[in-house]
Structures are given as structure tokens and as C-alpha cells.
């Protein structure tokens, strides 16, 4: 079939399967609220820090910027689930911290007894802030068009060339890749995708 003849999606099934992925990990996860974790089943779980809704120390912000991987298993307390996110008290190097993590901020999903995972698209959740930021340079540097020109190297610093940034992003979407080919029985929502 030529492509031209292939109909947008604007029921946006990718969005509705994601969703549906998530209700998994709800549902298990309020099972575990319930009555523990059975048998052998544990969970690897990673999360988007930066995301909306979460909410972490300082301390652990500053040590995870930008992801995050819990596992819960033998140590953890105040386990609470509700329709939106996830509450967990878990020790970091001696010290209790609490979490809270939104569903919407979960990018895996992973229980390595059973080898089943999900993976999930977090569209850009972590990096809206710096957006907004980055948008109100540009806005700031069009509206001193007419001022007295800036030394923009000392502003980005000598190793932040546009060169630099986008070699950065690649080695991290191969370091990406790598990190994905190790996993088994994943689930990516890209399987589910259209595909041209």
C-alpha cells in the first residue's frame, strides 16, 4: 500500500496502549499494597526525576538528574498506590528517603524473576523546564538585537559548541541502545507503532 493512501492515526493508539501499560504496573503494584510481594517477584523500576509530580530529596536529585532506578524488594515501607502514582520509603546508603513517582514519570518497568518488561515514552517531561528556559534565552537574545554585542562563548562555556551538544546526544542514544539490547522480554511501545 503507497503511503499516501495510509490514513492518519487520530485516535493516537500509541497513546492509548502506553496507558494501558501503565494500568499493568497499577494494577501489580496495588496488589502488592495488598498482600506483599508473592513468592520470588521483585521490581526494577525507573523513573524520569525531573518529571512532574515527583517527588524526591534534594540529595537524591542531585545525585539522579535526569533518571532514576528503584528496585523494591526485601527493604521498603509505606508502600501506597493510588490512580495517579506511587509512594515508596526506601534507604539510600544508610539514610530513609521517601519517594513519590507519578506513572506518567515511569519509563521501565522490569521484574526479573519472571523476565517481563515494559518500557515506556516519557515525551519530554524531563526536559520542559530547560525548554522554557532555553526559550527565554532566545527570547532575551532577540530582544537585545540592538545592544552591545555579547561574548557568547563565556556565556555557553568552551565546551559547549553545537558540535559538542550533538555528539553528546548520540553517544547517549547509542549508551541508549546498548542498555535496551541487554534487557529481555521488554515490551516497547515502538512494536506497536505504525511503521512507514
Do not use: C
Request: glycine letters at 6%; aromatic letters at 8%; zero cysteines.
Amino acid at each position: 500500500m503507497p503511503k499516501d493512501n495510509i490514513s492518519q492515526d487520530h485516535i493516537r493508539y500509541d497513546i492509548l496502549v502506553q496507558e494501558a501499560l501503565r494500568g499493568v504496573v497499577r494494577k501489580v503494584l496495588g496488589e502488592v499494597e495488598k498482600t506483599g510481594l508473592p513468592g520470588e517477584h521483585h521490581f526494577f523500576i525507573s523513573f524520569v526525576t525531573k518529571a512532574p509530580g515527583v517527588r524526591i530529596s534534594e540529595t537524591l536529585l542531585n545525585q539522579y538528574e535526569k533518571e532514576m532506578t528503584i528496585v523494591i524488594q526485601n527493604q521498603y515501607w509505606d508502600f501506597k498506590v493510588s490512580d495517579t502514582g506511587f509512594q515508596v520509603g526506601l534507604s539510600f546508603n544508610g539514610k530513609n528517603e521517601m519517594l513519590e513517582i507519578p506513572f506518567s514519570a515511569l519509563k521501565g518497568f522490569f521484574d526479573p524473576s519472571v523476565q517481563f518488561g515494559l518500557q515506556f515514552d516519557v515525551s519530554d517531561v524531563a526536559n520542559d523546564e530547560e525548554k522554557q528556559k532555553e526559550e527565554i534565552h532566545q527570547i532575551d537574545n532577540v530582544s537585545d538585537i540592538n545592544a552591545k554585542p555579547k561574548n557568547t562563548e563565556k556565556q555557553m562555556g568552551k565546551e559547549d559548541s553545537v558540535e559538542k551538544i550533538i555528539k553528546d546526544t548520540e553517544k547517549s542514544e547509542i549508551k541508549d541502545d546498548k542498555k535496551d539490547d541487554e534487557s529481555h522480554k521488554i515490551i516497547s511501545l515502538d512494536s506497536f507503532r505504525k511503521k512507514d
